[in-house]
């Protein structure tokens, strides 16, 4: 008797943390979920990687079976990068670059039944009408942003001059508006070439077979249904949304900081700690992490902050050396902050095993840039949240996580303040950490964690929603 062969899926993500980290989660869970699947989880490489963070992620870990990662050969950065380019435009041109060798890869790889994509990888489409390969995209953020990005072609037609000057919050069918300061970094210059890469990428989202998110339907309920209900395109269908997450990080080895954090929490009582941490890339002016020093101390509260060496130029600093920044932070704390705080806060450099911090049943807050993997992993450990947000759509999640799903609590910057001053920082860790108001914000965000759960579990939403896209996999084929 001959064992049927599996079904081949190939997964493929742009080279960023908060990218990877999504679409892997997604690799693992399709052979886990279902033992008729193989996947090839494609990354991209260049000759300057630095992340020891991604390394150890995506290389130091057992696979589960039927799981392989692949590098796609290595691009020069000294060949497409320049120095003035903004991060998106980087990411980009180094996809774009990386993609000229996809076509013989899935052709060595026997030509996969089905390519997921990340957002930013849509150069793929071509290539792979070429070989018959399906292609589905991945939204590795928020729906509310799917929505604006699919809607995105035509406001770009609507609106005259730049989305930033609009007097108005912007329509975007179905959905809540978005308040031009709450616009994501690559809409806010029109003349950026971060731009022109950004409505590239977002035109082409119908060309997909169908559009993965990393949500759940409680979860985004109305920008769900807005996809659903409403054209985005002129010409063309939306193409079917499956929310199938949250996908988020599962076990990862532990390095001794974290071991030593661990530790330290089992010793501290239930809901007490705060968890800060920037994202993959977040970083704080000289003067931002001055106040934010001092507020913590003045709040009074236990902490563990994920700390990076200042950069008053760029809030994403350590987005292409994730985890291998030069760090001591000796040479940038204010002096006397770390003998003020002995026994009350831990500082770890760099880049801790999020995850397991969250998880911990001491951590009681998390001071978050907003991005979406971290968004999720907050809710799913049921950790509210004070947003903090820096740089791409972080903003405009902070918005929804304060003002529509109501699980977070955002500082706010005095009038012709350029930071957030250190009295403010103090009142927001204190108001989420001891108040009634944080109380409530908490038992929100512990129903919402009961509600994640329930999604993935067998049954559950977005449980049915993989499922559903498994079974048309197995039973298109693309081959001859
Ligand atoms: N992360 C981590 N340790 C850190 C900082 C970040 O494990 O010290 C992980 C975090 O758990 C999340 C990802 O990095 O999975 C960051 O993704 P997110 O979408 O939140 O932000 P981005 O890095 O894309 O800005």
């Avoid at 994509?117 to 399906?134: H, K, N, Q, R, V």
Wanted: proline share 7%; charged share 25%.
């Amino acid at each position: 008797q001959t064992t049927k062969p599996k079904k081949h899926v190939a997964v493929l993500s742009n080279p960023g943390m908060g990218h990877i980290i999504p679409l892997f989660e997604l690799a693992k869970r399709l052979v886990v979920f279902n033992h008729d699947i193989h996947v090839s989880f494609l990354v991209i490489n260049t000759d300057e990687d630095n992340s020891a963070a991604r390394d150890q992620y995506l290389f130091s870990t057992a696979l589960p079976p039927s799981l392989d990662v692949v590098n796609i050969p290595p691009v020069k950065v000294s060949d497409v990068v320049r120095d003035d380019m903004l991060i998106l435009t980087r990411i980009c041109v180094i996809v774009e670059e990386s993609l000229k060798s996809l076509k013989l890869v899935l052709i060595e790889l026997g030509k996969p039944e089905a390519l997921v994509i990340d957002l930013f990888c849509t150069g793929a489409f071509e290539i792979c009408s070429e070989l018959s390969i399906p292609v589905y995209s991945f939204s590795t953020p928020s729906t509310a942003f799917l929505t604006f990005s699919l809607y995105f072609p035509t406001l770009d037609r609507e609106v005259e001059g730049e989305f930033i000057d609009l007097p108005e919050p912007i329509s975007i069918p179905g959905c809540s508006p978005v308040r031009p300061d709450d616009l994501l970094d690559q809409v806010r210059d029109r003349k950026n070439e971060q731009y022109k890469w950004f409505f590239l990428h977002m035109s082409r989202l119908p060309l997909a077979a169908g559009i993965l998110v990393n949500t759940w339907e409680d979860f985004e309920p109305v920008p769900l249904k807005a996809i659903r209900e409403h054209s985005f395109f002129l010409q063309l269908p939306t193409p079917p949304v499956y929310p199938v997450g949250p996908l988020i990080k599962q076990d990862e080895p532990l390095s001794s900081s974290d071991e030593e954090c661990l530790t330290w929490l089992d010793n501290q009582p239930a809901d007490s700690v705060l968890f800060i941490a920037l994202g993959s890339g977040g970083t704080l002016t000289t003067e931002q992490l001055l106040e934010m020093a001092w507020g913590l101390e003045m709040s009074k509260q236990k902490f563990i902050w994920v700390l990076r060496k200042p950069d008053d130029a760029d809030a994403s600093s350590t987005f292409f050396n994730v985890g291998s920044d030069v760090n001591d932070p000796n040479s940038y704390l204010p002096e006397g902050f770390l003998e003020k705080t002995r026994g009350v806060g831990l500082v770890v450099k760099s880049w801790a095993t999020q995850v397991a911090i969250l998880r911990h049943q001491s951590t009681g807050g998390f001071l978050s840039h907003c991005g979406w993997n971290s968004t999720m992993e907050s809710i799913t450990h049921g950790v509210p949240i004070i947003a903090w947000p820096l740089y791409a759509e972080q903003k405009m999640n902070a918005a929804i996580l304060t003002e529509e799903i109501m699980v977070a609590m955002k500082p706010v910057k005095g009038p012709g303040e350029t930071v957030v001053k250190r009295e403010e920082i103090s009142r927001v860790v204190r108001l989420l950490m001891e108040s009634e108001e944080g109380e409530i914000i908490r038992s929100r965000v512990k129903k919402l964690r009961d509600s994640a759960r329930i999604a993935v579990d067998n049954g559950g939403s977005s449980y049915n929603s993989l499922s559903c896209l498994v079974e048309k996999w197995k039973n298109e084929s693309s081959k001859p």
